[in-house]
């Protein structure tokens, strides 16, 4: 089994062609594709990557960049920032933001532990995707 992406993840950041898997407590690399990673974190909490994006379409109308609950029972989601297609990847676990700003040309993000990541990217790109997520949390949380 690959990585399984849980609460104690942050973000998930294409570096050439490995992934850097920030938690809580640690940093790690791997190899495997963005998909392999989603798909088996998906399956074990009980789906697969495609019934996730279904879901949020079907919830949210969006498919493009979606959101996707990794698992419910937890309210444990993610957001993307670039789109599969792309040669840059990034992927957020919401529940693990504490607050995010714009400095310059970077959004400077604070997670859980108190640390704070700049990332050279678009303010407008990230409040829209983290707002997306937000928005499929509370679908989900009203519906229970």
Known sequence: MGYIINKDTYFLMKNGDNWEIIEKTKKLVNRDNILNILNESCFYYGSSYFGRKKATKYLLGISSKA????????????????????????????????????????VEVTFLNGETYLFLLSFTIFKNQYLKCGNLLAKITLRK
């Open 67 to 106: 959101p996707i609950i990794l698992n419910e029972k937890e309210n444990l989601l993610l957001f993307p920032i670039f789109s599969l297609r792309s040669d840059k990847g990034l992927w957020f676990i919401y529940h693990n933001i504490v607050s995010y700003k714009k400095v310059n040309n970077y």
